[in-house]
């Protein structure tokens, strides 16, 4: 059963937008929140940003702060995280997770508190 599937990945130059989309199944995007993470290569992965699906509070990452937004379509249980501005350094597979815990209505950006992922969607900025 895909729980959660990611798309919109692909190759951009420097300072360009990319939007990428998290579909989620039924069950899945029920759970309080869902998250877009990073990982590159010799790197820990990265909580950027969280939502709470229920609610819409949102968290990010210092990192992101300002370039990159989360946002929901509950019509079409979506996620999806508009990346603007980005850099070579913003250049990773990107990934979606579902979690079943919110903090007081807030989403963690700690993977460890995540329970599904998708497959992950490769995102690569040149110089």
């Known amino acids: 059963q895909v729980r959660l599937l990611e798309s919109g990945g692909g190759s951009v130059q420097d300072g360009g937008s990319l939007r990428l989309s998290c579909a989620a199944s039924?069950?899945?995007?029920?759970?309080?929140?869902m998250g877009w993470f990073r990982q590159s290569q010799g790197k820990e992965r990265e909580g950027l940003a969280a939502?709470?699906?229920?609610?819409?509070?949102?968290q990010y990452a210092d990192s992101v702060q300002g370039r990159f937004t989360i946002a929901r379509d509950n019509a079409k249980r979506t996620v999806h995280l508009q990346m603007n501005s980005l850099k070579p350094e913003d250049t990773a597979m990107y990934y979606c997770?579902?979690?079943?815990?919110?903090?007081?209505?807030?989403?963690?950006?700690?993977?460890?508190?995540?329970?599904?992922w998708g497959q992950g969607t490769q995102v690569i900025v040149s110089s």
């Open positions: 997770a579902a979690s079943r815990t919110a903090y007081g209505g807030f989403c963690s950006l700690v993977d460890s508190l995540y329970d599904f």
């Open positions: 039924e069950d899945t995007y029920r759970t309080y929140c």
């Open positions: 939502l709470n699906t229920r609610e819409g509070a949102t």
